[in-house]
């Protein structure tokens, strides 16, 4: 891959042969970038490595470094990847598999997650349309919860939370800001009977 633009191609599921399969040291290389496009450029990767390559996990190699490695820009504040990465990290936890997920719009990038000792679950969608809003509906099967918190990473939010979200009737919508990554993070209803993901 060219290191100053980044890989841009969809990784390839290889055999796991039981063992799992882990994305490690990765960067750009293309000088200073702490801009939304940027983090939303890491959450993409993220997300592919996750449904495309079925990888268990997506390491970052530095936390400060010089030039454009560190998950903290070159004046060591916080690079909005490093908030992007959060939308994954803070709420998909060990014990947490992807459960499948689907979009019908093609630039709104959808992940789900479900804890299997609890019915804790996390939704991830990556919005890479630079300009356009996307009006998501998301039907949950096989669980629901009673709602779900929005955390939001924009050119203007850190994973800052949002207002809950009603889940009625096992759905919700919500419209997901351009270049943005959302994560909605939910437990099941009270009663619900956990059954963790295959």
């Known amino acids: 891959a060219n290191n100053a633009v980044g890989d841009q191609t969809t990784p390839a599921a290889i055999p796991s042969y ?7 040291e990765v960067a750009l290389l293309s000088g200073s970038d702490s801009s939304i496009a ?3 450029y890491y ?13 268990n996990a997506y390491h970052y190699w530095w936390l400060v470094a010089s030039g454009n490695q560190g998950l903290l820009d070159t004046s060591a504040g916080p690079a909005k990847r490093l908030f992007t990465f959060g939308q994954y990290s803070r709420f998909v936890r060990p014990n947490f598999y992807r459960i499948d997920a689907t979009s019908s719009q093609s630039s709104a990038l959808i992940s789900a997650y479900k804890d299997s000792a609890s019915t804790a679950f996390a939704i991830v969608v990556v919005n890479t349309n630079v ?10 099967t096989n669980f629901t919860g009673a709602s779900v918190t929005p955390w939001i990473t924009s050119a203007s939010l850190s994973l800052a939370p949002q207002t809950p979200v009603n889940v009625t ?30």
């Open 169 to 198: 009737n096992s759905s919700f919508t919500y419209d997901v800001p351009a270049m943005s990554v959302v994560t909605f993070v939910g437990q099941g209803v009270i009663g619900q009977v956990n059954t963790p993901p295959t």
């Open 18 to 24: 039981g063992k799992a399969l882990w994305e490690t």
């Open 43 to 55: 959450a993409q990767r993220i997300y592919l490595y996750m449904t495309q390559a079925q990888a």
């Open 131 to 140: 300009a356009t809003d996307v009006i998501q509906t998301f039907n949950l």
């Open 38 to 40: 940027n983090g939303v």
